[in-house]
């Protein structure tokens, strides 16, 4: 919602001289056209970044509008009450996790 939660803010501020590489990933309701909107994640990722500081290494936030394919998501569906399984873990979410995944290896 363009907000860190103050739960993990306050585990990000308590823990942050313990990290020696921070890499942080999300998922989000928006999309890359909303990511520097009021609700954007890259809010998000710069109040990271911030706190954090040297242990920062990137961010990067996995679209749950990516779950579906737009022409069969019902409208009438709150994004926001779609969650990742197994049976819509499709081409778009797998390309971002193993990419993800890539680039931690």
């Known amino acids: 919602m363009g907000q860190l939660i103050a739960p993990l803010r306050d585990f990000i501020n308590k823990y942050r001289k313990q990290f020696k590489k921070l890499y942080f990933l999300t998922c989000c309701g928006g999309g890359e056209s909303e990511k520097d909107g009021k609700f954007g994640y890259i809010r998000v990722f710069q109040e990271v970044e911030k706190i954090t500081e040297d242990s920062f290494q990137w961010a990067k936030a996995i ?38 995944v890539y680039s931690l290896s």
């Open 63 to 100: 679209s749950i509008k990516d779950l579906e394919p737009n022409d069969n998501l019902d409208k009438s569906i709150n994004i926001m009450e779609l969650t990742i399984q197994e049976s819509n873990f499709n081409v778009k979410i797998k390309k971002a996790y193993n990419d993800v």
